[in-house]
């Protein structure tokens, strides 16, 4: 018995999963086992994702592409996103990230997982917005379990959480100052909902029981980077260095319990600055791990 790819590989047990991503991206078995053990490849698969054709990201395999959609106040027309994930999945994209913000986001969410071959994932902070349909710092640290906890059940097979802005990192951030600021919006969020009500970062304080929905449902978790640069003037700074060593510490403790990781980032930058960020990433948030 298995409860994820990774607690699969790391028993040297080859899924159907597995199988499937080895034969796509001609490699051994055996090697692609060892890697998704050791974290460096990932198979986002949620066990309520039933019509789900597998993919690999990662370490020596192909690159994966990407489409954005969803419903939001601008464009809350279910018809026309549906529509735009079949294109997607008709010119042979490999994920589709549902960003959807505003309306029936969870009907919208399990029409889509239900009709989808290719991975889906989400921004639960996102969601939890419009869907509590109230001020941001109203929303309570239960809720925003409860808005990740239905996702999951959905079938998403990817979330993106940012879990690394805490409020020692955020107060990092307000101390050194920045041209563009928190560009990402998830990370903006979080920062203002810690801000508003002086609460830690529920995502951070709790993760353990995040990781435990994540482990249940076998949901990877992709690490929001919500302190990268918006600005070449902002890159590599003390803000976006002490993030990424706490995704370090964060992705250590997922592998413990067997969830997978990707981590986002770096954000923009110059173009030599790109490969030490690339190196100062992986040194922070891989660490050898005993395989099968």
């Given at each position: 018995m298995y409860t994820t790819q990774m607690d699969a590989a790391k028993k040297g047990i080859i899924t159907d999963e597995i199988r499937i991503v080895a034969q796509k991206e001609d490699m051994p078995v055996e090697k692609l086992l060892k890697l998704v053990a050791s974290g460096k490849v990932i198979i986002p698969a949620n066990k309520n994702h039933k019509n789900l054709v597998p993919e690999g990201i990662g370490e020596g395999l192909r690159t994966k592409i990407n489409v954005n959609i969803g419903i939001s106040k601008d464009c809350c027309n279910f018809d026309m996103e549906l529509e735009k994930a079949k294109k997607a999945i008709e010119f042979k994209a490999e994920a589709i990230m549902d960003l959807s913000s505003y309306g029936k986001t969870r009907e919208f969410r399990q029409q889509l997982v239900k009709m989808s071959?290719?991975?889906?994932?989400?921004?639960?902070?996102?969601?939890?917005?419009?869907?509590?349909?109230?001020?941001?710092?109203?929303?309570?640290?239960?809720?925003?379990?409860?808005?990740?906890?239905?996702?999951?059940?959905?079938?998403?097979?990817?979330?993106?959480?940012?879990?690394?802005?805490?409020?020692?990192?955020?107060r990092r951030f307000k101390q050194n100052g920045r041209l563009t600021n928190i560009v990402s919006r998830g990370g903006s969020l979080i920062f203002a909902w810690m801000e508003l009500t002086g609460n830690?970062?529920?995502?951070?304080?709790?993760?353990?029981?995040?990781?435990?929905?994540?482990?249940?449902?076998?949901?990877?978790?992709?690490?929001?980077?919500?302190?990268?640069?918006?600005?070449?003037?902002?890159?590599?700074?003390?803000?976006?260095?002490?993030?990424?060593?706490?995704?370090?510490?964060?992705?250590?403790?997922?592998?413990?319990?067997?969830?997978?990781?990707?981590?986002?980032?770096?954000?923009h930058m110059a173009i030599n600055e790109i490969a030490a960020n690339m190196v100062l990433e992986k040194r922070l948030c891989t660490v050898r791990l005993s395989t099968y």
């Amino acid at each position: 018995m298995y409860t994820t790819q990774m607690d699969a590989a790391k028993k040297g047990i080859i899924t159907d999963e597995i199988r499937i991503v080895a034969q796509k991206e001609d490699m051994p078995v055996e090697k692609l086992l060892k890697l998704v053990a050791s974290g460096k490849v990932i198979i986002p698969a949620n066990k309520n994702h039933k019509n789900l054709v597998p993919e690999g990201i990662g370490e020596g395999l192909r690159t994966k592409i990407n489409v954005n959609i969803g419903i939001s106040k601008d464009c809350c027309n279910f018809d026309m996103e549906l529509e735009k994930a079949k294109k997607a999945i008709e010119f042979k994209a490999e994920a589709i990230m549902d960003l959807s913000s505003y309306g029936k986001t969870r009907e919208f969410r399990q029409q889509l997982v239900k009709m989808s071959p290719v991975m889906i994932g989400t921004v639960p902070v996102y969601d939890a917005v419009g869907f509590y349909d109230k001020d941001l710092k109203d929303i309570t640290a239960e809720e925003f379990f409860e808005v990740v906890e239905k996702h999951a059940e959905d079938g998403v097979d990817f979330m993106t959480i940012h879990a690394g802005i805490n409020l020692e990192t955020a107060r990092r951030f307000k101390q050194n100052g920045r041209l563009t600021n928190i560009v990402s919006r998830g990370g903006s969020l979080i920062f203002a909902w810690m801000e508003l009500t002086g609460n830690e970062n529920p995502f951070y304080e709790q993760y353990e029981r995040l990781l435990g929905i994540f482990e249940k449902y076998d949901v990877t978790i992709s690490l929001g980077d919500a302190l990268r640069p918006g600005s070449i003037n902002d890159s590599t700074d003390a803000a976006q260095i002490q993030e990424l060593i706490v995704l370090g510490e964060l992705t250590k403790r997922a592998w413990d319990k067997n969830v997978q990781v990707m981590i986002e980032g770096p954000g923009h930058m110059a173009i030599n600055e790109i490969a030490a960020n690339m190196v100062l990433e992986k040194r922070l948030c891989t660490v050898r791990l005993s395989t099968y």
